[in-house]
């Protein structure tokens, strides 16, 4: 199992470490917290207004996160145009970072497991900010499927982690293709998906799977070692040309062809990467 794959131990953290987590903890939490109360507030227009549709709250979301990155001092690369119309984006899943790396892009609607709904504070941005939670039981897959058909055809724009789960963002897992299935329900429009490659560049001296957070590590220390982190590093946002609905066979050929996009992504980034260390060691 992935999951069991070894993790790091979390380093001591000194006392310059704690004043570096206070001086973009506090910034940061409330930067969450007043976006989040703005966008309850504006939701409560907006519903009975619009409905699923969202003409205004987005907006905070997307501000919400460039500003925690911002505050990280930690960089955000976009490669490639985002798509527009309507459609789905898939990605590879490295960790809690990767919902402000991708909203802070454009206006997306996250597809999580049912749990995330009941973890403090990160559960209720999620729902604020119109997540769809799923259970992974195949007996409730017809109903999920009802619920995807639905935002869609009110025009949002689903972001799926087809892998199930984090990993170290080294690698990226086999798609897992059930969720893939509505794309090809009847009576949608003409459906595209977009892979999307997250590949996380480490601070300097930091170990290449700093940026990771899968498994049964926890939250805290996790946030933590990345708020005392002296020198972040930064995250590509690399957005691959979408892929037509239509000229895939099934789910399955669907699924593989943006695995594959994903993958080669992760693969050149690091190949990029790897280079620019070299270029600036024998420089």
């Not at 004043?19 to 409560?44: F, K, Q, S, T």
């Amino acid at each position: 199992m992935w999951d069991d794959a070894p993790q790091p131990s979390p380093r001591t953290l000194g006392a310059r470490d704690w004043l570096r987590i206070l001086r973009r903890g506090v910034p940061l939490a409330l930067l969450l917290l007043g976006g989040l109360l703005l966008m309850l507030l504006l939701r409560l227009i907006e519903r009975p207004l619009h409905g699923l549709h969202r003409p205004v709250t987005p907006y905070i979301t997307r501000g919400v996160c460039r500003g925690a990155f911002s505050i990280l001092g930690m960089g955000r690369e976009v490669r490639g145009p985002v798509m527009e119309g309507v459609g789905a984006a898939v990605a590879n899943h490295v960790s809690w970072l990767d919902i402000f790396a991708l909203n802070a892009s454009k206006r997306i609607y996250f597809v999580s497991k049912a749990e995330v709904s009941a973890w403090p504070f990160i559960g209720w941005l999620a729902r604020a900010t119109g997540t769809v939670f799923i259970r992974r039981d195949p007996r409730e897959a017809d109903a999920q499927r009802k619920v995807f058909e639905a935002r869609l055809r009110a025009g949002q724009r689903l972001m799926f982690f087809p892998e199930g789960t984090s990993t170290d963002g080294r690698r990226v897992l086999p798609f897992k293709t059930t969720l893939f299935a509505a794309f090809f329900s009847p009576g949608l429009p003409a459906m595209q998906v977009q892979p999307v490659t997250l590949a996380y560049h480490p601070p300097p001296g930091a170990p290449g799977t700093f940026y990771g957070w899968w498994g049964d590590q926890d939250f805290g220390p996790h946030l933590l070692q990345v708020l005392a982190c002296p020198r972040h590093g930064q995250v590509e946002v690399i957005y691959h040309p979408p892929l037509a609905v239509a000229d895939q066979h099934d789910r399955k050929s669907l699924a593989r062809a943006a695995e594959a996009a994903v993958r080669d992504g992760l693969l050149a980034a690091g190949r990029s990467a790897s280079g620019a260390e070299e270029g600036r060691q024998l420089g």
